[in-house]
């Protein structure tokens, strides 16, 4: 990147923050009391056509829906739930730390239509001092990639839970990652067996716990043995686990965390989104 691009950046973010919306002349595709909270799952690739997707899980029915994304939000995206962070900033890291450095704050990312198969999105942006959020045209998948570093929300219109859009999910490799309930998990490897000394049970491990999951002890480190009586495998085993929790239920977890086997139960009706220090390093 030349230096005059890299001071074109911050000039453009002041201009669409002056601006908000007006600069990009169109209306939310539905209407904002319409709007349902969901999570970000995880990011694969459809088997059938080869296309990175993204999987957002609402919450109060368990249901998961896939959005195609393009592959380096992809990446993006999986760098920010592995927790990796690399030597220089990427455009989306660049791009949260000019919000944090103008008083601004990106609150929610909005997911509000499906047009000729094209995904619809809006950054609403709080800025110090101003009683109204500002609304900024965006791809969903860039939302996306800046809701998973931010800790912002994530809303999405009913139509998009509704699409009914069939995928053939696969993991991107090795490296699964899948987020629940504010809870991150990856394969329990032998490697962070060792390392972590794990006992010898099935689970998926903890690489970071966020919300109502922190403040109920749950923490890097653990290994997930139980969601409901059923034994996870693998992380998406762990994402059906919680998904299956009958609507209106909690979720009831069993972990082990320093040789001790603990219990949780959480709510399932409400994702977490705040963000957390609490991450795994090894």
Known sequence: MTPRFRLFLPALLVL???????????????????????????????????????????????EVV?????????????????DITLSRPQTHDLMIDLLEQMDARLERVIIDG????????????????????????TRPSDGLALAVRSGAA?????EILEADVAFDYTPPGEDEVV???????????????????????SGVLVSRAAGL??????????????????TPTTPMDFLEAISATPEGEPAEIRYWLDGETRSITLPTDVPEIEESDDALTV
Do not use: C, F
């Not at 923050?17 to 009391?33: F, I, K, N, Y």
């Not at 629940?180 to 049970?201: C, F, K, S, Y």
């Not at 999951?213 to 059923?230: D, E, P, W």
């Open 16 to 62: 669409l923050l002056v601006m908000g919306g007006e600069a990009l002349a169109r209306d939310m595709a539905t209407d904002p009391e319409r709007l349902l909270p969901v999570e970000l799952a995880t990011v694969g690739v459809d088997a059938g056509s080869g296309t990175p997707i993204a999987l957002l899980r609402h919450p109060a029915s368990g």
């Open 66 to 82: 896939p959005i195609v994304i393009g592959t380096d939000q992809a990446r993006a995206i999986l760098l920010a739930m592995h």
């Open 114 to 137: 499906l047009e000729n198969g094209t995904y619809l999105g809006w950054l609403e942006v709080r800025i110090a001092g101003e009683t109204e959020p500002r609304l900024i045209d």
């Open 154 to 158: 994530i809303h999405v219109a009913p």
């Open 179 to 201: 987020t629940a309930l504010g809870i991150t998990v990856v394969e329990a490897r032998n490697d962070l067996r060792e390392a972590l000394q794990l006992p010898d049970e």
């Open 213 to 230: 999951a922190a403040a109920a002890g749950l923490t890097h480190g653990a290994l997930i043995l139980k969601v409901n009586g059923r």
